[in-house]
């Protein structure tokens, strides 16, 4: 069936570095996108979505790229702060599958100083 | 309230028991979800209401689990005869429109024992 995955299970980057989360989908149907970030005891938090009619958006600090042709999608955090340091979903939704959301299994995303 | 608030925080049953979650969506949004997430895992979705709609129930895992919400306020999940592999926390979302940005509450962790 259909499935969202991410490549990573766990990131450790440098205080500073650039950050980049990367998630796999598999229907070609998929048409919005959306990055969360959770942090420990949390409900998720809308970080940025894309819709599939665009291949980039940028938010503060975050881009977001969307590549249809290999059906994946990246998280690119500019700037890794500490509290950046949270695990982060990517979800997506198309047309036949109603309004709920897939969610992918997370990547947890580890800034040291 | 400002946000998505959902009672109680922490819930711990016996195995067998019924146990009721309460989810409490942003004022004027008409889009309300309940999502599972187990441990370590991404979100399964559950259950939305969208108005006076007929619920999109195609997530909820057995007849053990049922939802209810009162026009566009408060929605209870409630979740009969326990199970241990029902142990996860339940998050509940609302939205201005069924398209719109989800709101997530800070989640039920419900430890079935």
């Known amino acids: 069936g259909e499935s969202v995955g991410l490549h990573l299970p766990t990131l450790s980057v440098q205080e500073g570095d650039n950050s980049i989360i990367n998630c796999a989908y598999s229907n070609s149907a998929s048409d919005y996108f959306i990055w969360y970030k959770q942090e420990s005891g949390k409900g998720p938090q809308f970080i940025i979505d894309i819709r599939s009619n665009m291949d980039k958006r940028q938010g503060q600090r975050v881009t977001v790229l969307l590549n249809k042709t290999v059906k994946h999608l990246s998280l690119q955090i500019a700037a890794t702060q500490p509290g950046d340091s949270a695990v982060y979903f990517c979800a997506e939704k198309h047309s036949n599958s109603g309004y709920a959301l897939n969610f992918g299994k997370g990547t947890s995303l580890l800034v040291t100083p | 309230g400002a946000g998505v608030s959902q009672s109680p925080s922490n819930k711990v049953t016996e195995k067998g028991k019924d146990v009721e979650l309460r989810c409490d969506p942003i004022s004027g949004h008409t889009a309300l979800y309940w999502y599972r997430q187990r441990l370590g895992q991404g979100l399964e979705f559950l259950i939305y209401f969208q108005g006076n709609s007929a619920p999109d129930k195609s997530g909820l895992p057995s007849d053990r689990f049922s939802a209810e919400r009162t026009g566009e306020s408060v929605s209870t999940l409630t979740i009969q005869r326990t199970q241990q592999e029902d142990s996860a926390v339940y998050l509940c979302?609302?939205?201005?429109?069924?398209?719109?940005?989800?709101?997530f509450g800070p989640g039920t962790r419900l430890t079935v024992l």
């Open positions: 979302a609302s939205s201005f429109t069924l398209r719109g940005e989800q709101f």
